[in-house]
């Protein structure tokens, strides 16, 4: 009789453990699935972050090649301007009309090379002592074109400090003028008065706004740098 009972009952029992083990396993089930969610949500994230990186270095990597492309073009440009004149304009100057008492020494230092007259500030050597040298702190000359020129501008070049002589540039041009001229014996007319920067690039362009045609400029030195016996022009 017990055992007929004890049966149904240990039969409902198992059901309801099985029933309690389903109801665990669902839950279980359901935290798996939701931890799985949010994995699959942090990898989404997580691959939109790589996408976003990847496309920044592929850009930066395309910045830095239109970096070095420009970078290349410039020095290229620059060797180009040097090697045609260090201005990259065409040097109309041909022939310097006018000479001036030459500054050769200093306490028996040589400084500028006597030899040279005003020709030499229309020659492209630049080495130390190559210039035309001008007693005192102003001077100038009359430079013949290559025919007749509008003038736009003019530049100036003096050496280097490291590569003077003295180890200074005070000699070097500091005001100075220009003048356009029809013939050498003609007054001329102002083109312009301009300052050379001793602390600046040693290649310096000045621009001159002309409409006129002239044959003949004529280069006057104001100042100095400060040399109270010479100044040096270079070119």
């Not at 949500?41 to 239109?66: A, P, R, S, T, W």
Request: net charge positive.
């Amino acid at each position: 009789m017990y055992v007929t009972y004890f049966i149904p009952i240990l039969g409902v029992t198992a059901i309801l453990y099985v029933y309690i083990q389903l109801l665990h396993n669902t839950g279980n089930i359901k935290k798996m699935h939701k931890g799985m969610d949010e994995i699959k949500l942090q990898l989404h994230e997580f691959g939109y972050k790589l996408k976003k990186m990847d496309n920044v270095l592929v850009n930066i990597k395309h910045e830095q090649e239109k970096l070095k492309t420009l970078m290349k073009n410039v020095i290229s440009q620059e060797i180009e301007k040097f090697s045609s004149d260090k201005t990259g304009k065409t040097d109309f100057a041909l022939e310097s009309t006018e000479n001036f008492e030459h500054a050769v020494t200093l306490f028996g230092m040589a400084l500028c090379d006597g030899k040279h007259g005003p020709r030499a500030m229309i020659q492209a050597d630049m080495s130390p002592g190559h210039c035309w040298a001008v007693k005192g702190t102003s001077g100038g000359a009359i430079i013949k074109l290559l025919g007749k020129v509008q003038i736009d501008a003019v530049s100036l070049e003096h050496i280097s400090k490291n590569l003077s002589p003295t180890g200074e540039v005070t000699s070097g041009p500091k005001n100075f003028s220009v003048w356009g001229l029809k013939h050498p014996k003609d007054r001329g007319q102002p083109l312009g008065e301009f300052s050379y920067d001793i602390k600046g690039p040693l290649v310096q362009t000045f621009a001159i706004p002309n409409s006129n045609f002239y044959e003949f400029v004529e280069f006057r030195v104001l100042t100095n740098h400060g040399n109270p016996d010479f100044t040096c022009i270079y070119r």
